[in-house]
C-alpha cells in the first residue's frame, strides 16, 4: 500500500476532500455513539487550531493536553498541527508535581484540562508556569468561580476559532502547504524512571513512517476499527489512535469513560486490539470468574473443548490438519465464540500485546480460543512499535522481527539497536541524553535481547513503553 509524503494534518485535509462523509470518529456521550465524519473533524480541529492562534498561540508554539481519551484530545492534537503548533501530552492521574514539571519544562503556552481535577492542578503551580498563558477546559461543571480571561472553556476556543476564521481564513492552508516531514508534531515525555523525565520529540517523518510500518506489518486497511482507551499521552495509543488511523483513514472509537472499557469493547467489536499483559491478564481472569460461575455442563464443555484445540493452538489455521479446523469449527461456535463476545474481541482481525513481558501461557491461551494475539516490541524513542510479529507468527516467548523500514540489530552486549525513520528527533532542552541515545545513526535502545528462531526474544525486551 503506497501513502502519499504527507504530514498527519495533510493528511487529515486530504480524507476531509475526499472521504468526507466517512466516519472518521465515534463517542460515546450518556450510552449514546455521537459520529463525527472526516469533514466534521477537520472543521473541528481547524475551529480549535484557529482558537489556539486568536489566543496568541504562534506558528511553533506548545500545547499541553491532561485527559482521559476522548474527541477533545485529537482536536486539540489535530487543530495545533494545523496551525504549525506542537502537542505534549500529561498522563491524567499525575500528581501536580509532575504536571508542573512537564508543562514548565515543555514551554506549554496553553493547557486543555479534562475537569477541574486537571484545572486544579495547574492552578496549584501557576507561580512556576511563567509561560502558560490560557488554561481550557473540556468539562466547565464547577468551574464558575475561576478568574476569567486565564481559564477558558473549549466551547469558547473553538468559537474563537470560528471568529477568526472571518479574518484569516487561509491560515491553515498556507501553513499547510510548508509544513514539512521534518518539523515536529508531538512531544512525550518519557516515565523518568532514571531521572526527570525526558521530552522525546516526534516529527512528522517519524510518525508517518511508523503509521506506513505497522500498516504494513499488521496488513491493515482502511476498514480497520479500534477502541481508544490507553493514554494517549502514551506513544503505543498514540500510534493505534492517532498515527494508523490519521493515514488509513480508519474509524476510531472513544468510549464513555476508562471504567467502562469492557462494556465498550463489546459494543465496539474492534478488529484491532492493543492492550499491555495486565489487560490481558484482566480479560484472562474475568473469563476465569465467569466459568467458575457457571454450571459444571458449562466448565466441562470448556475443559473438553480447551484440551481438544491447546496443542495446535500455535499452528496458523491453514496448517492445521482437516480433523483439527473441524474441532475447532466445533469449538468456536460450542465455546470459544461466546467468550470472544464476552470479552469484546469477536471481530479482532489482529490483537497486540507490549509495553512488558507476558506470560507464554497468557498468550498461548488467547490463541487457543480464536484471538490472533502478537506480541511487538517499542519504545517512545523508536515512535512505539519496532519489531514485530506478524499475523503468521504463532511461537511464543518473542516479539518477531523488524517491522518494514526499520533495522534492528543487537550490539556487542546484546544491547538492542534501531535505525530509520522512526527513530525520533532528541530530547527537548537535553541535547547531551540525545547524543548518549542515538549514536552513529543508532537508536541505543538500553534493552538487552538474543536471537531465537529468527525472532529478536528478551525477557525485558517486550515492551512499547
Known amino acids: 500500500m503506497l501513502f502519499p509524503e504527507l504530514t498527519l494534518p495533510q493528511m487529515v485535509r486530504a480524507h476531509a476532500q475526499k472521504n468526507a462523509n466517512r466516519v472518521a470518529i465515534r ?10 465524519s472526516w469533514r466534521e473533524y477537520y472543521d473541528r480541529a481547524s475551529a480549535v487550531g484557529l482558537g489556539f492562534r486568536a489566543m496568541g498561540l504562534e506558528e511553533g508554539g506548545h500545547v499541553a493536553v491532561i485527559s482521559e481519551n476522548r474527541v477533545e484530545w485529537v482536536l486539540a492534537q489535530l487543530g495545533a498541527g494545523l496551525v504549525g503548533a506542537i502537542t505534549i501530552g500529561v498522563y491524567p492521574t499525575s500528581p501536580s508535581n509532575e504536571v508542573a514539571y512537564v508543562l514548565e519544562h515543555s514551554n506549554t503556552e496553553i493547557v486543555i484540562c479534562e475537569d477541574q481535577e486537571q484545572v486544579d492542578k495547574v492552578l496549584e503551580r501557576l507561580d512556576d508556569l511563567p509561560k502558560l498563558r490560557r488554561i481550557i477546559v473540556v468539562e466547565t461543571k464547577g468551574m464558575r468561580q475561576y478568574p476569567e480571561g486565564r481559564v477558558t472553556s473549549f466551547e469558547e476556543l473553538e468559537y474563537a476559532g470560528r471568529t477568526h476564521a472571518f479574518t484569516h481564513g487561509k491560515l491553515i492552508d498556507e501553513v499547510l502547504s510548508r509544513q514539512k516531514l521534518s ?9 523518568g524512571s532514571t531521572g526527570k523525565p525526558k521530552g522525546a520529540m516526534l516529527s512528522y517523518k517519524n510518525i508517518r513512517a511508523e503509521a506506513v510500518s505497522v500498516i504494513e506489518r499488521l496488513e491493515l486497511d482502511s476498514s480497520t476499527t479500534l477502541l481508544s ?7 503505543a495509543e498514540q500510534m493505534t489512535t492517532v498515527m494508523v488511523p490519521s493515514y488509513l483513514g480508519s474509524l476510531v472509537n472513544f468510549g464513555e469513560s476508562i471504567r467502562t472499557v469492557q462494556e465498550d469493547l463489546r459494543e465496539v467489536a474492534p478488529t484491532m486490539f492493543l492492550g499491555v499483559p495486565r489487560i490481558w491478564e484482566k480479560l484472562h481472569s474475568s473469563i476465569h470468574i465467569k466459568l467458575l460461575e457457571s ?7 470448556f475443559e473438553t473443548a480447551y484440551a481438544a484445540c491447546d496443542p495446535f493452538a500455535e499452528k496458523l489455521p491453514r496448517q492445521r490438519s482437516l480433523g483439527q479446523r473441524i474441532k475447532f469449527f466445533i469449538y468456536y461456535w460450542a465455546v470459544f465464540r461466546s467468550l470472544q463476545n ?12 507490549g509495553a512488558a513481558p507476558i506470560s507464554p501461557k497468557i498468550v498461548k491461551f488467547f490463541r487457543t480460543i480464536g484471538v490472533p494475539l502478537v506480541e511487538v516490541y517499542g519504545l517512545t524513542e523508536s515512535s512505539a512499535i519496532a519489531t514485530a510479529q506478524t499475523l503468521d507468527t504463532r511461537e511464543a516467548l518473542g516479539v518477531g522481527t523488524a517491522a518494514p523500514g526499520i533495522e534492528v540489530k543487537l550490539g556487542e552486549t546484546g544491547e538492542v539497536l534501531v535505525r530509520g525513520d522512526t527513530v525520533f528527533e532528541g530530547y527537548y532542552r537535553n541535547e547531551e541524553a540525545t547524543k548518549n541515545t542515538i549514536r ?20 525485558i525486551a517486550s515492551r512499547t513503553s
Open 27 to 36: 463517542q460515546k456521550q450518556f450510552g449514546i455513539w455521537q459520529p463525527y
Open 183 to 191: 518539523d515536529i508534531a508531538l512531544m512525550i515525555y518519557t516515565s
Open 229 to 235: 482507551y490507553l493514554p494517549l499521552c502514551h506513544v
Open 295 to 301: 454450571d459444571p455442563v458449562r466448565r466441562r464443555l
Open 342 to 353: 464476552f470479552i469484546g474481541l469477536r471481530g479482532t482481525e489482529v490483537a497486540m500485546t
Open 440 to 459: 552513529n545513526g543508532w537508536l541505543h535502545t538500553g534493552d538487552v535481547a538474543e536471537m531465537h528462531k529468527g525472532q529478536f526474544r528478551s525477557s
